[in-house]
């Protein structure tokens, strides 16, 4: 007895070689493979563009006439350095520097900061790669971010010379030396950040949410019309002598999906090869080969604290929610491509689920860029089906969501895509042979409602 899936491997079989040998699969592999190439080549130059910008007069610690800074406190909490060492430079620009030793009260001295004038809060810690220094400045902004990042970097070149001064030549001093230190500054008791932590946290969402975005509509619309011409060319009614009317939409979308996901693999490897051409132009941008590795290794170190959760169990659940996404929107596209009988209809019939999917778009990818008022947004996005597949991914790649979190948000998913094929299965046996005028969504809901 067949059953109502009898003939998907037929299906499968004969659309994933069509559309493999199509134009429009190659047009499409080029365009998307280029613009993610692109896109990180151009993420691997920027910062090199914000590295040479550091030197001008937005990180100027001297100012005109008034001092920007009145008082730094000062805690280095590796025992490197002491407040001796900075009194030099600080007292040619009238700054006073008050050492609060190795064993400060950060947390007490970034709240005394905070509401003071013209202050500074410089710490120095020691993390797994190397070191950090943390420019608070206060709540009223007497004191510029540019300012905040100009003596960060004055700080810096002392600490560094220090730390030369003192090394030795054994192994383990050398390996001390060449360390990499990293700035960051922020108002005082803020989430600290510097120019590459926000082009990386810019970037990584749009990208991911970009990519897929672009991936499910693209082969969702390509199911669609694979139906809508097999159905206005009559070859539907072939079809439809030896596999089940089911079957048909059901290998339609595992082989789109099948090419969709090798597609992606592909753009995988664009975004790195990107990432690679980009080191050379970065190190002639910048004009100096230790100033490049610099650059680069602060980029990575952002790289690294937005990935912060990236894990086999995280690569697993983006896989997850771009396959049961893209069957959710080409459930939707193939029941559309369905409810056509002229060629000419399917552009009409297929922007309700373009509008869709751009507001999914931008309710999945704006959130994590406007900051925390935006968490009820962003909350939202996690479980809409529309938005899910987009912001899922990027929270993951960011750490904006923990794993079980995103669990309970792709079982959503997972419930939304349950309720969509049943509601093809329900009517598409009926649409698929339908001919005439163009079915609306108010006609399939009647013969939903009828069965």
């Not at 100096?288 to 650059?295: L, P």
């Not at 309970?408 to 698929?432: G, K, P, S, T």
């Amino acid at each position: 007895m067949k059953t109502g899936t009898y003939g998907w491997k037929s299906v499968f079989a004969f659309t994933f070689r069509q559309t493999a040998k199509s134009k429009a699969f190659k047009v499409s592999s080029v365009i998307i493979i280029a613009l993610v190439f692109a896109i990180a080549l151009l993420a691997g130059v920027l910062p090199a563009l914000i590295g040479s910008r550091s030197t001008s007069d937005d990180g100027d610690i001297t100012g005109d006439g008034e001092g920007l800074v009145g008082t730094v406190y000062f805690a280095d909490t590796t025992g490197i350095t002491s407040g001796k060492d900075y009194e030099g430079f600080l007292s040619e620009l009238g700054v006073k520097i008050n050492d609060c030793g190795k064993d400060a009260d950060i947390q007490s001295l970034t709240e005394k900061v905070k509401g003071e004038n013209k202050s500074l809060l410089i710490v120095i810690r020691e993390n797994k790669i190397g070191y950090d220094i943390y420019a608070s400045r206060p709540g009223d902004e007497s004191v510029s971010s540019g300012t905040a990042n100009g003596f960060g970097e004055t700080f810096k070149s002392v600490f560094d010379s220090v730390r030369l001064s003192r090394a030795g030549l054994t192994d383990e001093q050398i390996a001390a030396v060449n360390k990499t230190v990293s700035v960051y500054q922020s108002v005082a008791g803020e989430p600290t950040e510097n120019d590459f932590g926000f082009v990386v946290k810019m970037v990584l969402p749009m990208l991911s949410s970009l990519v897929l975005f672009m991936l499910i509509f693209i082969y969702g619309q390509m199911v669609a019309q694979s139906i809508a011409q097999e159905k206005t060319s009559k070859v539907m009614e072939l079809l439809l002598t030896s596999v089940r009317p089911l079957a048909i939409i059901i290998g339609k979308i595992l082989a789109m999906g099948s090419l969709a996901l090798i597609q992606f693999m592909m753009i995988i490897a664009s975004g790195v090869l990107g990432i690679v051409v980009s080191t050379p132009l970065s190190s002639s941008i910048i004009g100096s080969s230790e100033e490049t590795g610099a650059v680069t290794s602060q980029l990575m170190n952002e790289v690294g604290n937005a990935l912060g959760g990236f894990s086999p169990v995280v690569i697993v659940l983006i896989i997850v929610v771009f396959i049961v996404g893209f069957i959710f929107f080409a459930l939707i596209a193939g029941l559309i491509g369905a409810t056509v009988s002229r060629m000419e209809d399917l552009n009409a019939a297929m922007q309700p689920m373009s509008i869709i999917g751009v507001l999914g778009f931008y309710l999945a990818y704006f959130p994590s860029t406007m900051g925390g008022e935006a968490n009820t947004m962003a909350l939202v996005s996690y479980y809409l089906p529309i938005s899910s597949p987009f912001s899922i991914p990027s929270a993951l790649l960011t750490g904006a969501i923990d794993i079980p979190q995103a669990l309970l948000a792709v079982l959503v998913l997972c419930v939304f895509v349950v309720l969509m094929a049943l509601l093809v299965a329900r009517v598409y046996e009926q649409i698929i042979l339908h001919t005439g005028n163009r079915l609306k969504l108010g006609d399939i809901l009647g013969l939903v409602k009828s069965k």
